[in-house]
């Protein structure tokens, strides 16, 4: 099925169980509700299906060949991770599971059945990899592999059968730091210990609302997901590219320039990430990103497409496109932001704008912003 690692799990609860439980009990999944969700059926397959006897898991390459240097720099261009330049892996690796138990079920004649489970079900996909020797945990808390680095989506199979179980591999990151050093938002606390409400990741997927304004400039030009930590492993110097021909970068998504992403109205937003995983992020959440790395640019010529945001039909697109006129500065910015809080009427939104002139603001909880496509 063009999987290029695979291997058996025994059955059982999670190694990192107590790991993971500390991890949440610490609020470091921030809004990421779902994790927190019965974490006893998340931390054992046998709760999550009760005929579970061994898991199949197999890793599926998606390094892609990157874009020209100089165009990832630019800042006046947005990064997207590189496993959403493509199309979403959810649907690719499910679908390749899928034909695996369809092939298991016609070869016993239904004796063997199986469960899927592709990123979006309660396993922890990671702690059974390990067991499965696909690799060990990095100290960016991804699964590490001599000969594929990192970048490879995991599945599971659950089974009813038991199967000879693969052994743990051992771990190789040795004395390196890199991935831990490179972070510029600090969401590693120490090796194998992240503060996912700090990483770029999740400020730019998983977080709703307003990202905190400490945390804007250490972002960069990344408008959906990172890769920093990746990209200094040693381990992906020489790992292979995906030879899933649906993980082949789509025109324009690598280092997109930012500005005619802010005009994406809801159609062209829905066409351009058709079948994507940045339609996660929301068109709202997406926008919000891209206001933050125009900010980040230092760009002059993103001040008039910023001042036309401020009276996007979105509080949470407007607000920050208010921090993003600040930051970058100038008669016209300051004009426009004056000129939106003199008929603004969201709370948030004022406060960002009076931040962003400098202002003395009270203090404001953060609304709950209604989120759109």
Same mark, same amino acid.
């Given at each position: ?8 799990a ?32 998340? /931390?054992?397959? =046998? ?18 060949? $990157? %874009? +020209? ?11 997207? %991770? /590189? ?13 390749? !599971? ?20 592709v ?39 659950l ?10 591999? $051992? ?5 390196c ?95 351009m990430?058709?079948?994507?995983a940045?339609?996660r992020?929301?068109?709202?959440g ?5 206001c ?15 001042? =036309? %945001? !401020?009276?996007?039909e ?11 006129l ?15 809080? /003199?008929?603004?009427?969201? +709370? ?6 009076? %931040?962003?002139?400098?202002? +003395?603001?009270?203090?404001?909880l ?8």
């Amino acid at each position: 099925m063009g999987c290029e690692l695979a291997g058996i799990a025994a059955a059982g609860p999670a190694e990192t169980r107590q790991y993971y439980l500390d991890w949440l009990d610490a609020g470091f999944a921030g809004e990421m509700e779902y994790l927190v969700r019965d974490p006893e059926r998340r /931390s054992d397959p =046998q709760v999550a299906w009760p005929e579970t006897a061994s898991i199949l898991v197999v890793g599926l390459n998606y390094r892609p060949q $990157t %874009a +020209p240097t100089e165009a990832l720099s630019d800042p006046r261009r947005g990064r997207i %991770a /590189s496993y959403a330049l493509g199309t979403d892996y959810h649907a690719v690796l499910k679908g390749k !599971l899928r034909a695996i138990r369809t092939w298991v079920e016609r070869r016993t004649r239904g004796d063997v059945q199986g469960r899927c489970y592709v990123d979006t079900g309660p396993v922890l996909e990671r702690d059974l990899a390990a067991r499965a020797g696909l690799g060990w945990f990095g100290k960016n808390t991804c699964i590490l592999n001599r000969d594929q680095g990192s970048y490879f989506f995991l599945g599971a199979l659950l089974l009813n059968v038991e199967l000879p179980p693969d052994g743990a591999t $051992t771990a190789h990151c040795g004395t390196c730091t890199r991935c831990l050093d490179v972070c510029p938002t600090g969401a590693f606390l120490g090796p194998h210990q992240m503060d996912a409400r700090r990483c770029i990741s999740y400020l730019t997927i998983e977080l709703r609302g307003p990202i905190p304004r400490e945390l804007r400039p250490l972002i960069g030009n990344w408008i959906f997901g990172c890769d920093l930590c990746q990209e200094v492993c040693p381990w992906n110097r020489k790992a292979a590219h995906a030879s899933e021909v649906r993980f082949t970068p789509r025109a324009g998504l690598q280092a997109p320039e930012l500005i005619p992403l802010l005009a994406l109205t809801p159609d062209g937003y829905n066409e351009m990430f058709r079948k994507s995983a940045v339609k996660r992020a929301k068109r709202s959440g997406f926008l919000r990103n891209v206001c933050v790395a125009l900010g980040n640019s230092g760009d002059p010529e993103a001040v008039g497409p910023l001042i =036309q %945001a !401020l009276t996007h039909e979105e509080a949470l697109v407007r607000g920050h496109a208010a921090w993003a006129l600040g930051r970058l500065g100038g008669e016209a910015a300051s004009v426009a932001l004056r000129s939106a809080l /003199s008929v603004e009427c969201d +709370p948030w939104v004022r406060e960002e704008l009076q %931040a962003a002139l400098e202002l +003395p603001v009270e203090p404001l909880l953060l609304p709950q912003l209604e989120m759109t496509t």
